[in-house]
């Protein structure tokens, strides 16, 4: 490559840096929305290379099932320490309390579809007017339709078939009173770029995602870990194994990957031979070939 | 491990053919030959195919995301697509070949270094294909892969090819774009795709994807003329950096590098950079498309919507522009109509002084007659402005000669514009 030409990363980096400074830039108040997760964290770093060396402009937001593994709170509470972000925990267990909610009942529950309801209603709360998330658009067929800038109407819903055509690098954040955005720095790269990114910038991420010993079952094909969450039925046999986790999401819907990879090279390698896509063990996407569709229209991330 | 990565490149591609053209199956082709189609993704679509009675696996199925268009078997909207080899990482705009086709082209080709354009081989070039061609042009899309597809259909045969490749040679030297290729395929058996063509023997050229992995488009961005669009100005308000005061911005066109003379417009201060900042490290130079912070050796009071230039190399500055614009609204054009404009960082309010003719975008002719501009026309116009605008001409750089137009009733994102 010449002296003048970047490289993938490299550009894929310039394109998400303009477009969190212009969601600085356009709108009042917007949050980053924080799950503990790979992309998240990108998301973060990004953001503190957007602006250094200022602090980064926005608070970051995590919408908290309560059903998380601890290794991930332990690890964004330390990132929060080190880099004096502002964090804010929206609950989802309070939802559930104050009765907005209903957990769902039966051996597959999971709060991952309750998330949806403490998310708007937290954006209410803050009068937030832009949620910015690290959702990519190669990891599902309905988020592959997704804007960089993405308008929610005032009851926080996404109408794919009508979306305002997005040109060049410029971003319409025009909105009225009552509605809100969504907006995704990341959307262009894949779980590979988020890997070698990860790689190349020696970014901390959770130790879940490197390989460890770990009590699991198997449900449905998937190896899923357990935990005090989840009820296991009599003829699912708890066992260590070795795992890793691709993504990290609530652990009621989160499979784990049998990997012996415990270093970056090793999931680089892993994921470059992987013959799945990463949300091939989440629960939530498997409901139903709309499944994403469908939750992303509530509003979901 | 080797660190190969560092060195991949980055290529944006859109494709375009008519509605049969196969153009899904050419995308499903690329993402099935080059290992981008995991076992869950193919197994989902072998489900769908079985479920609507087809035999062989519906590659188009892969790029249907929505729930509806996969019951009504169309696309509605553009969807990006990405695969990588060890070279180049590539990002797919695909877009629907009927409803609004205007308007998703124009959006997936806004970004696109490169434009592959199906072409029937039975049928050769149809008004498709020149609409399609024209867009990519005046667009400003560097590069045009005619694929000649369906070559199965007429026995592989070369003069079939070079027939149609003729008349694709004279119609396209009318166009801007310069760096123009053909190459015969079959999208549904994958010759000349990932893998060379046992069939056509006679073809010595590249197959697709290594036409695509070698193209040379480290000149695709204009690395002459100086551009840096303000987009945040950067205060510190930590200790450390008291006084700090620097202006960030992604870089529109040429090299920037430190100690620079420099100007900053509209106020036409002179100052100096006096460093590049990137994440707590500093370079010495920085070009287009990257996303740095500057700080001058001057105190100025410049703020978001202000650029960066050179002295001797300065955008013009205009209150009245001539454009070519793609109409993107449902309503259709006003004239005299008053829209917001905006234009890298910066943001006015235009009205639509006139329209001086509309293209016939199936005969290219200009009408000059019929002036009503409605969804999907493309037209010439002139718009005056509230505040004037730092421009160059689209062809000179697709950032700072770009604009769109949006309603102020709707919010909704109407025009894109190129200055000319």
């Keep these: 490559m010449n002296k003048y030409q970047l490289s993938h990363l490299e550009e894929l980096e310039a394109e998400s840096i303009f477009v969190i400074r212009e969601v600085a830039s356009q709108f009042e108040k917007p949050v980053l929305l924080f799950s503990g997760g790979k992309d998240s964290i990108i998301c973060y770093h990004l953001a503190r290379k957007a602006f250094y060396p200022a602090n980064v402009p926005f608070p ?202 415990d270093t970056l090279e090793m999931i680089i390698n892993e994921v470059s031979a992987s013959r799945t896509t990463e949300r091939g063990g989440r629960a939530d996407d498997k409901r139903s070939e709309a499944a994403m569709e469908d939750r992303k229209k509530e509003g979901y991330f | 491990m080797s660190n190969n990565y560092l060195n991949m490149d980055l290529l944006r591609f859109t494709t375009a053919g008519s509605v049969d053209d196969g153009k899904s199956t050419l995308i499903g082709r690329l993402l099935y030959d080059s290992k981008s189609i995991f076992e869950d993704q193919m197994e989902a679509i072998e489900n769908a195919s079985s479920k609507k009675g087809e035999e062989k696996v519906n590659l188009a199925l892969l790029t249907d995301g929505l729930r509806a268009e996969r019951e009504q078997g169309i696309t509605i909207d553009v969807a990006y697509r990405y695969f990588a080899t060890p070279k180049r990482k590539f990002i797919v705009a695909d877009t629907p070949g009927h409803i609004q086709y205007t308007r998703n082209m124009v959006t997936g080709a806004s970004t696109a270094n490169l434009a592959i354009i199906l072409v029937d081989a039975r049928n050769g ?120 005061r620097g202006y960030a911005g992604r870089i529109s066109g040429g090299v920037f590098k430190k100690g620079d003379e420099v100007v900053v417009l509209p106020s036409g201060f002179h100052s100096k950079i006096k460093s590049i900042i990137t994440f707590n490290k500093e370079i010495e130079e920085a070009h287009a498309p990257m996303s740095v912070t500057l700080t001058l050796s001057d105190d100025l009071d410049i703020s978001r919507g202000d650029m960066i230039v050179r002295e001797n190399n300065q955008p013009r500055i205009l209150k009245e522009i001539e454009l070519m614009v793609c109409w993107l609204g449902e309503n259709p054009l006003t004239e005299k109509g008053k829209y917001t404009v905006k234009h890298t960082s910066n943001e006015v309010r235009g009205i639509v002084k006139e329209v001086l003719y509309k293209i016939d975008i199936n005969t290219l002719h200009r009408n000059v007659n019929d002036l009503k501009i409605n969804c999907n026309d493309i037209a010439r116009i002139t718009m005056k402005l509230s505040q004037p605008l730092l421009v160059d001409k689209y062809k000179d750089n697709r950032s700072t000669g770009s604009l769109i137009i949006i309603d102020e009733n709707t919010n909704n994102t109407v025009g894109a514009g190129m200055i000319i």
């Design chain 2, 125 to 244: 070039i149809v008004e498709q294909t020149k609409r399609h061609s024209f867009i990519a042009s005046l667009l400003g899309i560097p590069h045009i892969i005619y694929c000649i597809n369906k070559m199965d259909l007429v026995d592989y045969n070369e003069k079939a090819f070079s027939k149609i490749k003729e008349e694709l040679t004279g119609f396209s030297s009318k166009l801007v774009t310069k760096d123009i290729r053909f190459i015969p395929i079959s999208a549904i058996n994958g010759d000349n795709i990932v893998n060379r063509s046992h069939k056509m023997q006679w073809y010595e050229g590249s197959t697709l994807l290594h036409t695509l992995e070698n193209i040379h488009i480290a000149s695709d961005y204009n690395l002459i003329d100086c551009r840096f669009p303000i987009q945040n100005v950067i205060r510190p308000q930590i200790k450390e950096f008291h006084d700090f």
């Design chain 1, 60 to 261: 970051i937001m995590h919408i908290d099932t309560g059903h998380n593994f601890d290794e991930l709170y332990q690890f964004r509470d330390e990132l929060v320490k080190e880099t004096k972000a502002r964090l804010i925990i929206a609950s989802v267990q309070k939802s559930i309390d104050e009765g907005k909610v209903i957990e769902e009942k039966g051996i597959n529950s999971s709060r991952n579809k309750l998330q949806t309801t403490t998310l708007l209603d937290s954006i209410n709360e803050y009068q937030f007017d832009c949620a910015m998330g690290g959702a990519r658009r190669d990891e599902e067929k309905a988020r592959a339709k997704e804007r960089f800038f993405s308008h929610r109407d005032d009851f926080g819903q996404w109408d794919p078939k009508n979306q305002r055509p997005e040109l060049w690098n410029l971003f319409n954040g025009k909105k009225n009173f009552g509605e809100h955005f969504r907006a995704f720095p990341i959307s262009n790269w894949t779980e590979m770029d988020v890997w070698q990114y990860i790689m190349k910038e020696n970014i901390k991420i959770p130790s879940l995602y490197f390989s460890h010993e770990r009590e699991c079952f198997i449900r449905n094909n998937v190896v899923m870990a357990k935990t005090d969450f989840i009820k296991t039925k009599p003829e699912e046999k708890v066992q260590k194994m070795r795992v890793r986790f691709r993504t990290i999401g609530d652990a009621t819907c989160t499979g784990a990957t049998i990997s012996d990879a």
